[in-house]
């Protein structure tokens, strides 16, 4: 799709028909803590996915 | 720049070879040019992914020429690493989109996300490329009460818009996947899967028949202005053109374009194949040919290839540079999907860069006019 739409852009097509909207590049405000944050974010749907998976388990079992 | 506390990855440098497992089912890669001297374009890509090399078979359709500069080889990046799904689904559910976009580019999105999959089968189909496709659909496997009512929400959504997607009961979806598992489940007829890296390179020589010239091993080095519109120095050669597309995803160097890097998050992603089943367990697992993923937060991918090897997405570290998936993990998993299975021998493993945005939407920046 973001092939399609570049080309079709490069060739003169407008803004408006691309399906992604043009955004302006911006560096994240928490680009300096962006590691630990995505390690703890990661780790907290590891243990919700686990969680579920044993809730699961539970239900199936009962 | 990469920062010190807590440095980020940086692909560029991973020396991790493209799967050899899906290279054994590929067909070669086109022979490619070498760059020399100082060559004009209508278009510079740097990037010979799926994004730089559908760009620059889309504008070889409309007569404008293109030079594509890969790094690395054709695909090197995450297109050729890939699970092999092909689906017609964003991160985000449409409503949040439309929060998030606004109801009119939210719309234009959902819509063209939805037609995805006939995108990329037609471009396959038009342009002959051999990647061991298989249009059957995907499987989504409710493994929660919020995710079972996601995908009745996702269902309907869908349905209401005339495309092919149906909610399985728990019978129809063991038929088909062999796991008691789950209660529900969702097919949506639209996707399938393909081989990724016979998919690049497909893309590259079909893109190289219609007048486009694909560089190789060539690293762009350098952007500047130029009279007639940028430069960019590769090996000691250049390419004059006035429009350039920068089309590196995770794998983008930080000092190509500044800025451009700090968008995306490069977070790790694990892929491991089995040995082959045998004939027995072939007849059970997943036998309607449909990869089977679930409504759970992490990726995680199980399909079955035409050889008997199961294929699975695996969690593992996210940012370490050389690490291993956690394989336990994926053993318990399968364990849980298909008890009886027994453990696996993992024969192929490799991994990739995913350029994880700030909102996980996939962005398009000008990054400046002429
Ligand atoms: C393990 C894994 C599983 C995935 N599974 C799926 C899936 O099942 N379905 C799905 O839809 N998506 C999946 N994805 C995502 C999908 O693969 C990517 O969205 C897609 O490949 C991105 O293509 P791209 O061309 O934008 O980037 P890439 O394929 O990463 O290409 C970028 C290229 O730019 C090159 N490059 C960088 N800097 C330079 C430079 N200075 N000069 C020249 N070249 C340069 C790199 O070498 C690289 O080859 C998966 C990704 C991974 C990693």
């Known amino acids: ?62 | 720049m990469r920062t010190r506390l807590f440095p980020l990855p940086f692909p560029p440098e991973d020396p991790s070879p493209i799967p050899a497992y899906f290279e054994t089912f590929a067909p070669p890669a086109p022979v490619t040019e070498k760059l020399e001297g100082d060559r004009h374009a209508d278009v510079v890509i740097v990037g010979g992914g799926y994004t730089g090399l559908s760009t620059a078979l889309h504008l070889a359709e409309r007569g404008i020429h293109s030079v594509v500069l890969e790094a690395r080889d054709i695909g090197w990046g995450e297109s050729s690493r890939a699970f092999g799904q092909v689906v017609p689904y964003l991160k985000h559910s449409p409503e949040h989109l439309a929060r998030q976009l606004g109801h009119e580019v939210a719309e234009r999105l959902v819509d063209a996300t939805g037609r995805g999959p006939d995108l990329v089968f037609g471009l396959i189909e038009k342009y002959g490329i051999e990647c061991s496709v298989v249009r059957n659909g995907l499987i989504f496997g409710a493994h929660s009460p919020a995710g079972l009512k996601t995908l009745h929400a996702r269902t309907r959504f869908w349905q209401a818009r005339g495309a092919p997607v149906d909610m399985l009961d728990a019978s129809r979806t063991e038929a088909l996947t062999g796991t008691r598992y789950y209660h529900a489940a969702s097919l949506d007829r639209r996707g399938g899967t393909i081989n990724p890296l016979a998919y690049v390179r497909g893309l590259a020589r079909s893109a190289i028949e219609r007048g486009a010239t694909v560089c190789a091993r060539t690293p762009a080095m350098r952007l500047m202005r130029a009279a007639g519109g940028w430069r960019v120095e590769a090996l000691g050669a250049s390419v004059v053109s006035p429009v350039v597309v920068l089309a590196t995803n995770a794998y983008t160097n930080g000092e190509f374009w500044p800025g451009l890097g700090e968008t995306l998050i490069p977070m790790r992603a694990y892929q491991l194949v089995s040995r082959p089943l045998d004939e027995p367990a072939r007849a059970r697992i997943l036998r309607g040919g449909q990869p089977l993923t679930d409504t759970r937060r992490l990726f995680s991918g199980v399909r079955r290839h035409a050889d008997g090897r199961i294929h699975v997405s695996a969690d593992g570290p996210v940012f370490d540079m050389s690490a291993e998936a956690h394989v336990n993990k994926v053993n318990r998993r399968l364990a849980m999907l298909f008890p009886g299975l027994g453990p696996l021998e993992w024969e192929y493993r490799w991994t990739g860069w995913v350029g994880m945005t700030y909102d996980l939407n996939a962005h398009l920046h000008e990054l400046a006019r002429q």
């Open chain 1, 1 to 62: 799709m973001m092939g399609r739409d570049l080309a079709a852009r490069i060739a003169g097509g407008s803004d408006a028909a691309l399906c992604f909207p043009l955004t302006p590049l911006q560096s994240s405000r928490i680009r300096s803590i962006t590691r630990p944050l995505v390690e703890c974010l990661v780790n907290y749907y590891r243990s919700r996915d686990a969680f579920d998976d044993f809730r699961h388990r539970r239900r199936r079992a009962s």
